[in-house]
């Protein structure tokens, strides 16, 4: 399974167009139409009815295994590139969110102040984009938050070989309007809040919660941004409730400390092979 028909394949799925997938790839519709037929040939099976465009059964189980398969293919090819590199000044570091908290920020300008020359460009995106865009060698360095048991890794994304080593972890906090009759509260179990209205968003995802304790935490109100202070104001408004790292409360918004279960907010640098250089030496200073 070549990986340039794998990629064909997965761009003709996501349009549900031949026409519209040989517009983003810069080929012919024929040589769209050819290189599907040539992966079909090669395993034997249709994999994409022709009216409408949509995978077979067998494309759907195909188009499972083709991301991360493609992604481990970009990062086998950076991860030679990288070792074969010049080290430069100028690096890109991509972050999740609340990755950036006052420890991993404070450490990034000790970084930057150990090194005049050292030019850092800051991407934030989410948690599986930081992680492909360090395996695809688009970023240097990343940074990666979420919720975990003390000293317990973050579950990411499966990239190829890849140094995840944690920076920082802070206390939880359950996020409440300051008129919130649980606001005087000196902590907050987790399962004394499953009926309770909850913000559905990516920096707090219901289904970890759900995960973690059972059934419940309905939905107050859906909000698909990452923006921290958005949720801040929508838990003010009392839309719903949210856990945050304690550092990242500000507002009208006040937190009272998750006691039950035992978790933390951890923060992971993520990077592949760095041979000597300033990329190295900022992973160490970050790396605390």
Same mark, same amino acid.
């Given at each position: 399974?070549?990986?340039?028909?794998? +990629?064909?394949?997965? +761009?003709?799925?996501? =349009?549900?167009?031949?026409?519209?997938?040989?517009?983003?790839?810069?080929?012919?519709?024929?040589?769209?139409?050819?290189?599907?037929?040539?992966?079909?040939?090669?395993?034997?099976?249709?994999?994409?009815?022709?009216?409408?465009?949509?995978?077979?059964?067998?494309?759907?189980?195909?188009?499972?295994?083709?991301?991360?398969?493609?992604?481990?293919?970009?990062?086998?090819?950076?991860?030679?590139?990288? !070792?074969?590199?010049?080290? @430069?000044?100028?690096?890109?570091?991509?972050? +999740?969110?609340?990755?950036?908290?006052?420890?991993?920020?404070?450490?990034?300008?000790?970084?930057?102040?150990?090194?005049?020359?050292?030019?850092?460009?800051? =991407?934030?995106?989410?948690?599986?984009?930081?992680?492909?865009?360090?395996?695809?060698?688009?970023?240097?360095?990343?940074?990666?938050?979420?919720?975990?048991?003390?000293?317990?890794?973050?579950?990411?994304?499966?990239?190829?070989?890849?140094?995840?080593?944690?920076?920082?972890?802070?206390?939880?906090?359950?996020?409440?309007?300051?008129? =919130?009759?649980?606001?005087?509260?000196?902590?907050?179990?987790?399962?004394?809040?499953?009926?309770?209205?909850?913000?559905?968003?990516?920096?707090?995802?219901?289904?970890?919660?759900? %995960?973690?304790?059972?059934? @419940?935490?309905?939905?107050?109100?859906?909000?698909?941004?990452?923006?921290? =202070?958005?949720?801040?104001?929508?838990?003010?408004? %009392?839309? @719903? $409730? +949210?856990?945050?790292?304690?550092?990242? $409360?500000?507002? !009208?918004?006040?937190?009272?400390?998750?006691?039950?279960?035992?978790?933390?907010?951890?923060?992971?640098?993520?990077?592949?092979?760095?041979?000597?250089?300033?990329?190295?030496?900022? !992973?160490?200073?970050?790396?605390?």
């Amino acid at each position: 399974m070549d990986p340039h028909l794998l +990629t064909t394949f997965v +761009t003709v799925a996501r =349009h549900g167009s031949f026409s519209a997938a040989a517009a983003e790839l810069g080929y012919t519709q024929s040589a769209v139409s050819q290189q599907i037929a040539a992966l079909e040939a090669d395993l034997g099976l249709p994999l994409l009815l022709r009216r409408p465009v949509e995978p077979t059964e067998a494309g759907r189980r195909l188009l499972e295994h083709a991301g991360p398969l493609l992604l481990r293919h970009r990062a086998a090819r950076a991860d030679v590139l990288r !070792a074969a590199a010049r080290p @430069g000044h100028r690096l890109r570091l991509a972050a +999740t969110p609340l990755a950036v908290n006052p420890v991993v920020a404070a450490r990034l300008a000790r970084a930057r102040a150990g090194n005049p020359r050292l030019e850092v460009s800051l =991407h934030t995106c989410g948690r599986d984009q930081a992680v492909a865009m360090v395996a695809e060698g688009r970023a240097d360095l990343g940074l990666a938050d979420g919720l975990a048991a003390p000293s317990d890794p973050l579950r990411l994304l499966d990239a190829g070989p890849m140094t995840a080593v944690g920076v920082s972890e802070e206390e939880l906090v359950v996020a409440l309007p300051a008129g =919130h009759p649980l606001a005087g509260r000196a902590a907050l179990a987790l399962a004394d809040l499953v009926d309770a209205r909850w913000l559905q968003t990516p920096l707090c995802p219901l289904a970890r919660l759900r %995960d973690l304790v059972g059934d @419940g935490f309905p939905v107050g109100l859906d909000y698909h941004g990452d923006n921290v =202070h958005t949720v801040l104001n929508l838990v003010a408004a %009392d839309h @719903g $409730l +949210t856990l945050l790292p304690a550092s990242a $409360l500000s507002g !009208a918004a006040c937190g009272v400390p998750l006691a039950a279960p035992r978790l933390v907010h951890r923060v992971e640098l993520l990077h592949g092979a760095l041979p000597p250089g300033p990329a190295a030496d900022l !992973a160490a200073v970050l790396s605390g």
